[in-house]
Antibody, heavy 122, light 113 residues
Framework: QLQLQETGPQLVKPSETLSLTCTVS??????????WGWTRQFPGRGLEWIGY???????FYNPSLSTRVTMSADTSRHQFSLRLSAVTAADTSVYFC??????????????WGQGTLVTVSS | QPVLTQSSSASASLGSSVKLTCTLS???????ITWHQQRPGEAPRFLMK???????NKGSGVPDRFSGSSSGADRYLIISNLQSEDEADYYC???????????FGGGTKLTVL
């Protein structure tokens, strides 16, 4: 059974870099049929896609965040990661890792992690 | 104009049926979407992929009470025999090809009376 689990600091200072890792169990991550991504949810509900990365290491980011986002994947460790630089209070959110189904014409989400709340505060 | 539009709230009685709507902007009216359920305090859960034809593929373990249909730019999530555990936020998702990004509707909060 596929499981995705986010880990990382829950408190980040303004202007610093937010770093999260998602550990995948139940999927080898090597299949080109799936991409691995991050989405966040602001207080009050709204969901914002951050980006995704394929097993080959090619990443695709939300243009609104692309100057601050870096994603990487280590399939041998069954992990992929998110780095978001120069954070502000507006980046306080619950961050979800997710699997995107690249076997569909549109690479939409078919499985979610449990999510982790990251607060940006000094 | 948003890519995906959802009503902010809906309500229906226990045991009844409800139809939630996700409307695609005209530029994307042929796209398929996915539906996701988010119960209070939980992560979203993938429910189904829903094509413009009305054909749908559900996620593992999604009850038969959940189905989908389509009409033009509208994509529907139908929940029959409503249960208390169906009280949740429901989001639709698709791809914004113009801005090259995955997008979500604003979500519909479903209350089971």
């Amino acid at each position: 059974q596929l499981q995705l689990q986010e880990t990382g600091p829950q408190l980040v200072k303004p202007s610093e870099t937010l770093s999260l890792t998602c550990t995948v169990s139940g999927d080898p991550m090597r299949s080109g049929e799936y991409y691995w991504g991050w989405t966040r949810q602001f207080p009050g509900r709204g969901l914002e896609w951050i980006g995704y990365i394929n097993p080959g290491g090619s990443a695709f980011y939300n243009p609104s965040l692309s100057t601050r986002v870096t994603m990487s994947a280590d399939t041998s460790r069954h992990q992929f990661s998110l780095r978001l630089s120069a954070v502000t209070a507006a980046d306080t959110s619950v961050y979800f890792c997710a699997r995107h189904n690249a076997g569909w014409d549109l690479n939409l989400i078919d499985h979610w992690g449990q999510g982790t709340l990251v607060t940006v505060s000094s | 104009q948003p890519v995906l539009t959802q009503s902010s709230s809906a309500s229906a009685s226990l045991g009844s049926s409800v139809k939630l709507t996700c409307t695609l902007s005209s530029k994307y009216s042929g796209y398929f979407i996915t539906w996701h359920q988010q119960r209070p305090g939980e992560a979203p859960r993938f429910l189904m992929k829903l094509e413009r034809t009305g054909s749908y593929n559900k996620g593992s373990g999604v009850p038969d009470r959940f189905s989908g249909s389509s009409s033009g730019a509208d994509r529907y999530l139908i929940i029959s025999n409503l249960q208390s555990e169906d009280e949740a936020d429901y989001y639709c998702e698709t791809w914004d090809g113009y801005n090259h990004r995955d997008v979500f509707g604003g979500g519909t909060k479903l209350t089971v009376l």
